[in-house]
C-alpha cells in the first residue's frame, strides 16, 4: 500500500530533550516536507526536500534540523525542544500528475508533540 | 505565492450542493490553484487542481473564471462524511514552498 508513515504518532516529552521524528514513504517521490499546525494557525511549513541532499526552509524552520540521506526518509529533528514547539506534525510526499508538472502532496498520519 | 481569502466557515444539509470560493487576486501566470480536504487529527488530502475552466473529478469540480482572481470548489450532493476543512492553495504546491491558509470548515447537517 502506497503510504506515508511517521514515528512515533505521539510523544510527550521534556525541554531541551533532542528527539527524532522519522517520516517514510514507500513512492518513490522525490519531494518531501514537514508542516506543523497549530489551532486557529492552520498547517504551516517547516522544511522541504527537492531530492536527496537537497533541503531548504519552510516558513517557520526555527529550532528544527532536517535530513535526505535517502530517497524513503527525511527525519525531522528538533535539537532542543521548547515547549512553543507543541504541536501537530505532518510529514508529506509529492508525487508528479501523469500528464503535467504538477505536484499531489501524500500526507502522513501525523504526530502529536508535547513538551513540557 | 499568492495570498488566497475562504470564508472561515460555512453550514451545508445532506444531499445539498455546496460551493466554496477562493479569492487569489495576485495569481501569477504559471500558478495552479489546488484543494486539499482534511478532518480531524489527519493529514489533508488533495481534492482537486486546476489552471483554468472547469476541472471535474469523482469527487469535486473545481470552476476558474478567465480572469483566474478566484475559483470555486464545488462539492455535488454532500454527506456527513464531508464535514471538513477545506484548503485552497495557489502556487507551484509540491514542488516548493506551500502555503495553506487557515481554510473554511465545512459543517454539513442532517
Known amino acids: 500500500e502506497a503510504q506515508v508513515t511517521q514515528n512515533p504518532r505521539y510523544l510527550i516529552t521534556v525541554t531541551g530533550k533532542k528527539l527524532t521524528v522519522t517520516c517514510s514513504q514507500n513512492?518513490?517521490?522525490?519531494?518531501m516536507s514537514w508542516y506543523r499546525q497549530d489551532p486557529g494557525l492552520g498547517l504551516r511549513q517547516i522544511y522541504y526536500?527537492?531530492?536527496?541532499?537537497?533541503?531548504d526552509k519552510g516558513d517557520v524552520p526555527e529550532g528544527y534540523k532536517v535530513s535526505r540521506k535517502e530517497k524513503r526518509n527525511f527525519p525531522l529533528i528538533l535539537e532542543s525542544p521548547s515547549p512553543n514547539q507543541t504541536s501537530l506534525y505532518f510529514c508529506?510526499?509529492?508525487?508528479?500528475?501523469?500528464?503535467?508538472?504538477?505536484?499531489?502532496?501524500?500526507f502522513g498520519p501525523g504526530t502529536r508533540l508535547t513538551v513540557t | 505565492l499568492a495570498k488566497t481569502t475562504q470564508p472561515i466557515s460555512m453550514d451545508s444539509y445532506e444531499g445539498q450542493e455546496v460551493n466554496i470560493t477562493c479569492s487569489h487576486n495576485n495569481i501569477a501566470t504559471n500558478d495552479y490553484i489546488t484543494w486539499y480536504q482534511q478532518f480531524p487529527s489527519q493529514g489533508p488530502r488533495f481534492i482537486i487542481q486546476?489552471?483554468?475552466t472547469k476541472v471535474t473529478n469523482e469527487v469535486a469540480s473545481l470552476f476558474i473564471p478567465a480572469d483566474r482572481k478566484s475559483s470555486t470548489l464545488s462539492l455535488p450532493r454532500v454527506s456527513l462524511s464531508d464535514t471538513a476543512v477545506y484548503y485552497c492553495?495557489?502556487?507551484?504546491?509540491?514542488?516548493?514552498?506551500?502555503?495553506f491558509g487557515a481554510g473554511t470548515r465545512l459543517f454539513v447537517k442532517a
Open positions: 508529506a510526499s509529492s508525487s508528479r500528475l501523469s500528464s503535467s508538472t504538477l505536484y499531489e502532496q501524500y
Open positions: 492553495l495557489v502556487g507551484e504546491t509540491g514542488g516548493f514552498k506551500t502555503i
Open positions: 513512492m518513490n517521490h522525490e519531494y
Open positions: 526536500s527537492m531530492n536527496v541532499e537537497v533541503t
Open positions: 486546476g489552471y483554468k
